[in-house]
């Protein structure tokens, strides 16, 4: 099973883009990254996913390297309300779909 | 509205007592999965579901029960709850149809407070 390490915590101010990494050296060959947004009290929601290089869509970009080691989720020029816990996962296929979300980045918008 | 449902979304209860907490979603999703939320540990898998009557262990199953009878209802069941079963809640669906299992859609949120 495929485990995540991310930063616990990161700080920022309105207006600035940020960048949290991921760390997933054991990632399989076909897994999935994705990235998911919590705001205190609810569920999870889903931000992004990719499979390898770059994808964006219209809240976040993802980048991934090619040896599929790390991922970066980008998001440009962050707001308060950005404020929440990212959670960085890998999809573990061969497990058929047991899922580690682990810690998540808790970021800190600042004014 | 496309939307997974969880009740009771609060729920204070006494060890030992049974429990069920409902989970639905509308989206005629195969996949479903439990998660609990606790201070510092992140989300942890508990049960999974690929499908009807089709179940699994998450990374922390002990003390749950689920079932699938119905494609569209997961409840987790505590049969005999203990207080280090106090957390927070989530369930989950998705569909490998809709791009793969790993976007999920969560359910508000149970809190669960076992005295």
């Known amino acids: 099973l495929a485990k995540t390490t991310q930063p616990i915590s990161m700080d920022s101010y309105e207006g600035q883009e940020v960048n949290i990494t991921c760390s997933h050296n054991?990632?399989?060959?076909?897994?999935?990254i994705t990235w998911y947004q919590q705001f205190p009290s609810q569920g999870p929601r889903f931000i992004i996913q990719g499979y390898k290089t770059k994808v964006t869509n219209e809240v976040a970009s993802l980048f991934i390297p090619a040896d599929r080691k790390s991922s970066t989720l980008s998001l440009p020029r962050v707001s308060l309300s950005d404020t929440a816990v990212y959670y960085c996962?890998?999809?573990?296929?061969?497990?058929?779909?047991?899922?580690?979300f682990g810690s998540g980045t808790k970021l800190n918008v600042k004014p | 509205e496309a939307q997974v449902t969880q009740n009771p979304r609060y729920l204070i209860t006494v060890t030992g007592k049974k429990l069920t907490v409902t989970c639905s979603q509308n989206?005629?999703?195969?996949?479903m999965s439990w998660y609990r939320q606790d201070p510092g540990l992140g989300l942890r898998q508990i049960y999974y579901s690929m499908n009807v009557e089709v179940t699994d262990k998450g990374d922390v199953p002990e003390g749950y029960k689920v079932s699938r009878k119905e494609k569209r209802n997961f409840p987790l069941i505590l049969e005999s709850p203990s207080p280090n079963q106090t957390s927070l809640y989530f369930c989950?669906?998705?569909?490998?149809?809709?791009?793969?299992?790993?976007?999920?859609?969560f359910g508000p949120g149970t809190r669960l407070t076992v005295l």
């Open positions: 996962l890998v999809g573990d296929r061969g497990n058929f779909n047991k899922f580690y």
């Open positions: 989206m005629n999703h195969e996949y």
């Open positions: 054991n990632i399989a060959t076909n897994d999935y």
């Open positions: 989950a669906s998705s569909s490998p149809w809709e791009g793969s299992t790993d976007t999920q859609y």
